[in-house]
T-cell receptor, first 115, second 111 residues
Framework: NAGVTQTPKFQVLKTGQSMTLQCAQD?????MSWYRQDPGMGLRLIHY???????DQGEVPNGYNVSRSTTEDFPLRLLSAAPSQTSVYFC??????????????FGEGSRLTVL | QQPVQSPQAVILREGEDAVINCSSS?????VHWYRQKHGEAPVFLMI?????EQKGHDKISASFNEKKQQSSLYLTASQLSYSGTYFC????????????FGKGTRLHILP
């Protein structure tokens, strides 16, 4: 199994550019989420989804859009990148009750630099 | 809503014990513990559900005090492989599907 796959692993953007971070999982997980990780800040929840067609905001949603058209994919869009969005982004997925063991499966991360 | 972890960092010698604490101002449904090594993704250690249960595997265990909204992670006879950053994640009792992580505790084990 591939697990959770994130692409690209590295990206450099200029301020104002747009891009999409891709996330795909092959474990048939209903729950998917995006976190950003900055030094000293831990993992902060951006957006999450409990199933296809359902998304909701996390702690730091501003500047990001998501959609969930399929169970497998959960892309994160930056419409107009800002230097404050320089970060490492992690996608994570899990089962939901009644199969929920609570374990979030993380992708390897995408390192984004905005100049 | 972000849980508070303490200490922020700890340095131990191999074989020593460590305790990492996590506390929340909200009533919790569950507490999750993850370990992240430098440059890697976080890896699941365990989940504790409300009810005050204690869990463990190998020499790593955890407790959850539902009344105090606190959880502690215990690392016994630490090994070099325990080095990394430990995160607690919490889900509040209304089951809003948000898992909110603390800022992490950096653990460094010296030989």
């Amino acid at each position: 199994n591939a697990g959770v796959t994130q692409t690209p692993k590295f990206q450099v953007l200029k301020t104002g550019q747009s891009m999409t971070l891709q996330c795909a999982q092959d474990m048939n997980h209903e729950y998917m989420s995006w976190y950003r990780q900055d030094p000293g800040m831990g993992l902060r929840l951006i957006h999450y989804s409990v199933g296809a067609g359902i998304t909701d905001q996390g702690e730091v949603p501003n500047g990001y859009n998501v959609s969930r058209s399929t169970t497998e994919d959960f892309p994160l869009r930056l419409l107009s990148a800002a230097p404050s969005q320089t970060s490492v982004y992690f996608c994570a997925s899990s089962y939901r009750p009644p199969l929920n063991t609570g374990e979030l499966f993380f992708g390897e991360g995408s390192r984004l630099t905005v100049l | 809503q972000q849980p508070v972890q303490s200490p922020q960092a700890v340095i131990l010698r191999e074989g020593e014990d460590a305790v990492i604490n996590c506390s929340s101002s909200k009533a919790l449904y569950s507490v999750h513990w993850y370990r992240q090594k430098h440059g890697e993704a976080p890896v699941f250690l365990m989940i504790l559900l409300k009810g005050g249960e204690q869990k463990g595997h190998d020499k790593i265990s955890a407790s959850f005090n539902e009344k105090k909204q606190q959880s502690s992670l215990y690392l016994t006879a630490s090994q070099l492989s325990y080095s990394g950053t430990y995160f607690c994640g919490t889900e509040i009792q209304n089951r809003d599907d948000k898992i909110i992580f603390g800022k992490g505790t950096r653990l460094h084990i010296l030989p």
